[in-house]
């Protein structure tokens, strides 16, 4: 599968968030367009829940770059927020937001209807 990331493509594998391991040492698992992809790791030093970032792999792996609006503690335009498990006790009570799914109800393709994305209740 190839996809295009700020006009640069990648013809890597799709995957699930919730799995980063998939995609091996210096990749990770990002959502690209209606599904996700593994991408080279962009993060560097920061990327971490809350930090800033300018790219959909700017963050560490496991969490996706969005609007800062919808992140607690974000001092930006976007920063970094967590992807979580729909299924799971809500493990986005820790960095005080809560775990929504990433796809409307129905939508999601076989085996990510699980995948959700902390945000600001």
Known sequence: ??????????????CDPLNQAFCGPDNECVGVEDTFACVPDASGNT???GDGCAFSNGCDPGNICMNGQYVAGCNGQYCCSA?????LADPCAQYGMQCVAWYEM???PSGLEDVGVCVIP
């Open 47 to 49: 990327g971490a829940v």
């Open 1 to 14: 599968m190839c996809v295009f990331i700020d006009d640069i493509a990648y013809c890597n594998p799709k």
């Open 106 to 108: 129905g939508m999601a």
């Open 83 to 87: 992807f979580c498990d729909t299924d």
